[in-house]
């Protein structure tokens, strides 16, 4: 893995501009994709062996899989609203297709699949909004598929960091499959900024440092999380929006702080 950070490309023929797979990650458990459509644009896939949450960050869509069909789905234009967005929970071994109503920011994450869960769309009414933090470490949280919500690995949450504002801290890390202490979770973050000509810095590090690497995080960038502290810190003026996915052996997230940095959590 030569780099953590993913950086987005023009569109191909599907409005790929964004993916990352185990394969590419040298992980074994989260994929992430990223579709930019224009009204009227379609895809068609299945998920294969993996589960699949997809995301409307953006736009509105009729989304078919089987019997099942949700029209005009989507009910903000862009992320910075804020508003919970609407998603859709497939399992694996399922094709689906996704057509654009408007232009459309998709965002497809998976991972493996059991086939213990049928498709269900997912409205921002069921969402669960939350604060952490204090000061300049608040940030806002939107759980769109979170541990008590039914799904084989998946777990999917969106968060907003004000700008100025510092998040995944103080610096946490979920690599030891340790329960009930530590779960293991491989993760990704899809970052926006608003203004989009902004940027965030994202540090990925491990208690001995054979891990340590910081970036300068773009909009529409997406940093990989193997394993170690995670922190992200919001640049003054600009606001951070993540889209996380994680995934590993066990669906459950338990996560521990840099005891270097302990102390402020206890504030």
């Known amino acids: 893995m030569a780099t953590l950070l993913v950086r987005p490309q023009p569109p191909d023929a599907q409005g790929t501009v964004l993916e990352v797979t185990p394969e590419s990650a040298g992980w074994e458990y989260v994929g992430f994709r990223v579709h930019r459509l224009t009204g009227g644009q379609r895809i068609e896939a299945s998920t294969g ?40 929970y497939l399992p694996d071994g399922t094709s689906y297709s ?14 493996p699949g059991h086939g ?9 009414e069921r969402i669960k909004r939350s604060t952490r933090g204090s000061g ?4 806002h949280i939107q759980d769109i598929l979170p541990e008590t919500e039914p799904a084989d690995s998946l777990l999917v949450v969106e968060v907003y960091t004000p700008a100025g504002n510092w998040s995944s801290y103080p610096p946490h890390k979920h690599d030891e499959d340790n329960l009930p202490d530590e779960s293991y979770l491989e993760e990704t973050y899809y970052h926006r900024i608003d203004p989009p ?14 891990l340590d690497e910081t970036m300068a995080v773009e909009d529409g960038c997406c940093v990989m999380v193997p394993r170690g502290y995670h922190p992200v810190g ?21 996560f521990k702080n840099d005891p270097a940095h302990e102390w402020i959590a206890k504030q």
């Not at 997809?54 to 804020?82: C, P, Q, T, Y």
């Not at 213990?116 to 997912?122: A, F």
């Not at 995934?247 to 997230?253: F, L, Q, V």
Request: aromatic residues 8%; contains cysteine; hydrophobic residues 35%.
């Open 49 to 88: 062996e993996r589960e699949h949450c997809l995301v409307l960050l953006s736009g509105r869509a009729n989304i078919s899989s089987g019997e099942h069909r949700w029209e005009n789905i989507g009910a903000r234009m862009d992320v910075f609203e804020k508003r919970p967005p609407h998603a859709v």
């Open 98 to 111: 996704v057509e654009a109503v408007t232009d459309l920011e998709l965002a497809v994450c998976s991972a």
């Open 116 to 124: 213990n869960h049928e498709p269900r769309l997912i409205v921002p």
């Open 136 to 139: 300049t470490n608040t940030r």
């Open 197 to 210: 000509q902004g940027f965030a810095f994202q540090r990925v590090y491990t208690d001995d440092r054979s």
């Open 234 to 254: 919001a640049a003054h003026g600009y606001e951070l929006y993540y889209l996380n996915v994680m995934a590993g052996p066990k669906r459950k997230w338990k």
